[in-house]
């Protein structure tokens, strides 16, 4: 079990170890950039300011590249994973509360169509009462085109937890929909009982 | 129907830049040459580092590949950014730091050797080694040539260095935050002589009065950059504040195909007065990042790694066309794009310095790409010239005794395909007494590192714990390296350690080694270090679960934290375990205590951990994510070869937050009471009931 090794070092370092796939790498990771960085980077768009969320894109796909083998490919719910916790640390690290009710609220603002102004007040005011796990669940599902698979493998999860937690994710937020008097016919009404299936 | 549902959210999801055909737009061929650009390999060192560097250090991504690997286990845990916003208000106290035009460099009185002869060697030298670092995307080359290691000639002294056994620094009744090597101290966020606590929070640094319990004066530090990673070193009256650099920490800022950037990145240190309240003096601004800082007796020594200040073309054309025309570029560029620049403001005046060129060193071997600088600094005259150091080497990874200052690198972490390509590179200066410190040469060794605690001087031989082979392969595994600490050539190895299996945690106590290694169990390893030319594995512990912190409690027994798992490797909460190391051949697990309800967070801080020897008190922090409750810390007491739990302590949470999401970030025995510090404040506790004796808000 015990190894000993003297004087043989030179040979391991200075051996033939060449890094012929580095160019390989950065082309799998143009590739994959040109494929899904516009996606990964609204979703930080959508929770930080531009100048982080463009910081924080570049170290998803910095890591990609350090971690190009282990990389599930096609990356995209990796991809996203990578982007949360990279953001989730940040704003940890930095003390700030993710700005995705603010972006949603400034959305609500410059809607001139009436109807899709009481659905996205109502949604905005809802989702700021539900806790972040579910506000991360119901943005991750219906906003960036990810696969259930997808999805769950973001959220550090298996495919069956993600569907449980989307399930919970949905009810609250019909139920808090209700709750704020959104009911019936109206835009909001049905958007609550879209979430109910 | 799901259909349904999504089409619903979809029509409440606001609109991003992103959106329309972003990724044709130059903004994307921007972000995309950005990536490229740090993908370099200094930079993915540095991210290596940052990844490997254990605990919730503020403002640092802290993320461990094992870390994902646990949060996969747990049920879709999805983490939740802390909830507190600064309340500072930014009112400079300090008229800022001015620029003045540049003076002639200073020249010391006494030439230190110096691998070059001349200035006109010095450029010829770094412009030959940049060009062949440079490449198509710019510092590194698009095949990388091996680097050679090898020993510069070293400057004619042969110090042996008998490092201290690594054991707490108790000074009466009043403890440090925990360091690696006892009286080296290291910046922390809190630091106390007894008489007065100093904690920074938050971006505000605060002084309390231990005996009254008040906060006798504070100060913000949020108007300067960095200030998110704000640490403080003390002795006596006064202070220095080491603060991050740019925000995201990458060193190679300032490389861009725009207008001529400035000079890069800059950091910069506070020098702070405390007898009347901390009061700024004046500052040290360096290019570069800061990578870490020593204080030995009232000498600090402050590590920056800067990046040339060149402007690469990175144009378009075919990968040789724009390899050329960067190397071009590089042959043309001055000595000055090299040399780093500094500037020392005091009271009103700032004069601007940069490092002479006959203080640049090199290894036999290097980069040109980035330069290490050391700063010596006396804490009792701060404002006087730091005695700049350079060496032209990459670095990530500072390691110091009383004597001996390591830096280290893992040039080619990156490629992790190539096991025989992963290297680190250490090089060693001589920081006896409070001069300048002496460049006395490089080594390197394969595999990576994991942290400063992968390397231990001790008796004339530098330790290393490392781990090579790509990342979740059957070749990856650990190795012990033993180091001839004056020519930093190999004595001895051990190998093999954790097949499969990457080192969680290292520590060296005196002549033998744990090591720890995880992938489903958790081997502890206990290595004989005493004959550094045979090394040897003597004994071996298979546990579940995992280790990520050792610290010795002496009479040969070891405490670890980490986590508990299944057999499956599925993480199940905090493990604190007592192990009895009298018995090298025989490792045992006396004791262990699970916190099923501790989730599975990052790694510990060393700085967050406290083991105070008199009573046996082992404070450590207890992760939570959930929102209206702040962090906590287990209180354990070692009592012979048991653990018993004294509770869990929380701090109260701040009137204006709604939750504290670090929650008590430090532990310290002040004047025989526990003071646990977090982001609302200091709560000061009986160590034995953890009642409560006071709690000293911050406002």
Not at chain 2, 438 to 453: A, E, N, V
Not at chain 2, 586 to 591: D, E, F, G, V, W
Request: with cysteine; aromatic share 6%; charged share 15%.
């Amino acid at each position: 079990m015990t190894v000993r090794i003297n004087g043989e070092i030179d040979g391991e370092i200075n051996g033939e170890g060449k890094r012929v796939d580095d160019a390989e790498r950065r082309a799998v990771i143009d590739e994959w950039f040109r494929a899904y960085a516009a996606r990964v980077l609204a979703y930080l768009l959508h929770r930080t300011d531009p100048q982080t969320a463009q910081d924080v894109l570049q170290e998803v796909f910095v890591t990609a590249f350090g971690k190009a083998d282990q990389v599930p490919d096609p990356p995209l719910g990796w991809l996203f994973g990578t982007a949360r916790r990279l953001l989730a640390n940040r704003l940890r690290g930095f003390r700030r509360h993710d700005q995705l009710i603010a972006r949603l609220m400034d959305d609500v603002g410059e809607e001139s169509d009436p109807d899709a102004y009481e659905l996205k007040q109502a949604f905005a005011q809802t989702l700021a009462t539900l806790p972040a796990a579910d506000r991360e669940v119901l943005t991750l599902t219906g906003w960036y085109d990810l696969t259930p698979m997808q999805a769950a493998e973001a959220l550090g999860c298996t495919a069956s937890a993600y569907g449980v937690r989307l399930h919970r994710a949905r009810k609250r937020l019909a139920d808090a929909l209700e709750a704020a008097g959104y009911r019936g016919a109206t835009p909001a009404g049905q958007f609550a009982e879209a979430l109910r299936g | 129907m799901v259909e349904n549902m999504s089409r619903w959210l979809r029509s409440v999801r606001p609109s991003t830049a992103s959106d329309e055909d972003w990724i044709a737009t130059p903004a994307a061929a921007e972000q995309l040459a950005a990536v490229h650009r740090r993908i370099g390999p200094a930079s993915t060192a540095k991210e290596q580092r940052r990844s490997a560097a254990p605990g919730w250090v503020r403002g640092r991504v802290v993320r461990k590949p094992r870390v994902w690997l646990a949060a996969s286990g747990l049920a879709c845990a999805v983490t939740i950014a802390a909830l507190i916003s600064s309340g500072g208000t930014a009112t400079p106290p300090h008229g800022g730091i001015t620029e003045t035009p540049h003076l002639p460099a200073i020249r010391p009185a006494a030439l230190l050797l110096s691998n070059y002869s001349s200035c006109a060697d010095v450029l010829a030298g770094l412009r030959t080694h940049a060009a062949a670092s440079v490449g198509s995307y710019g510092w590194w080359p698009d095949k990388r040539t091996d680097i050679r290691f090898g020993i510069a000639p070293l400057a004619g002294r042969q110090q042996l260095s008998a490092g201290p056994a690594a054991t707490s620094a108790a000074a009466g009744d009043t403890s440090t935050t925990n360091v690696q090597e006892s009286g080296v101290d290291e910046p922390d966020l809190v630091k106390t002589d007894g008489g007065r606590l100093i904690t920074i929070t938050d971006g505000v640094l605060r002084m309390v009065d231990t005996a009254s319990r008040a906060i006798t004066g504070s100060l913000d530090l949020t108007m300067y950059q960095g200030w998110q990673n704000a640490q403080l070193l003390v002795g006596g009256d006064h202070a220095l504040v080491t603060l991050g650099g740019s925000n995201n920490g990458y060193n190679y800022g300032s490389f861009s195909n725009g207008p001529a950037a400035a000079s890069g990145p800059r950091s910069t240190y506070l020098f702070l007065d405390l007898a009347g309240g901390p009061k700024i003096t004046g500052s040290l601004r360096a290019a570069g990042s800061y990578l870490d800082a020593r204080l030995i007796g009232s000498t600090v020594r402050l590590v920056m790694s800067s990046a040339p200040s060149i402007n690469l073309p990175l144009g378009a054309g075919s990968n040789a066309t724009r390899s050329a025309a960067n190397q071009a570029v590089i042959r043309q560029a001055p000595l000055s794009a090299w040399l780093p620049q500094y500037s020392i403001t005091s009271g009103q005046n700032t004069t601007d310095y940069t490092v002479p060129c006959d203080q640049v060193s090199h290894p036999a071997a290097y980069t040109a790409a980035s330069m290490l600088t050391i700063y010596t600094l006396d804490l009792n005259h701060l404002g006087v010239s730091p005695k700049p150091v350079s060496v032209a080497a990459d670095g990530d990874t500072v390691y110091a005794t009383s004597t001996s200052l390591y830096i280290a690198s893992n040039p080619n972490w990156c490629c992790a395909t190539a096991a025989k390509a992963q290297q680190t590179e250490i090089h060693r200066f001589d920081i006896t007494g409070s001069g300048q410190p002496t460049y006395l040469g490089s080594g390197g060794i394969p595999g990576r590192l994991l942290s400063r605690y992968s390397l231990s001087d001790y008796a004339g031989s530098l330790r290393i714990a490392t781990t090579a082979g790509a990342g979740g392969s059957a070749t990856q595994s650990s190795s012990l390296y033993i180091l001839d600490a004056n020519t930093l050539k190999v004595t001895g190895r051990v190998g093999g350690l954790g097949k499969d299996e990457q080192i969680y945690a290292v520590r060296f106590i005196g002549p033998v080694a744990y090591v720890v290694t995880f992938r489903r169990t958790d081997p502890l390893y206990v290595v004989d270090l005493h004959d550094p030319a045979a090394p040897m594995l003597v004994g071996t512990l298979q546990l579940t679960g995992y280790s990520d912190y050792l610290h010795d409690a002496g009479s040969g027994r070891l405490i670890g934290i980490g986590q508990q798992a299944s057999k499956t490797g599925r993480v199940s909460g905090l493990q604190v375990s007592l192990f009895d190391v009298s018995k090298p051949a025989q490792p045992l697990r006396t004791a262990q205590v699970v916190r099923s309800d501790a989730p599975g967070g990052p790694s510990l801080d060393p700085h967050a951990f406290l083991y105070w020897p008199p009573t046996g008190l082992i404070v450590t922090p207890v992760q939570s994510w959930r929102p209206g409750q702040s962090g906590k810390v287990l209180v354990l007491k070692v009592s012979g070869t048991k653990l018993n739990t004294v509770g869990l302590l929380a701090n109260p949470l701040a009137a204006h937050s709604i939750d504290d999401g670090l929650g008590i970030q430090r532990s310290l025995i002040v004047n025989a009471t526990l003071w646990t510090v977090s982001g609302s404040g200091v709560q000061v506790s009986d160590p034995a009931t953890l009642s409560r004796q006071a709690w000293i808000p911050f406002d």
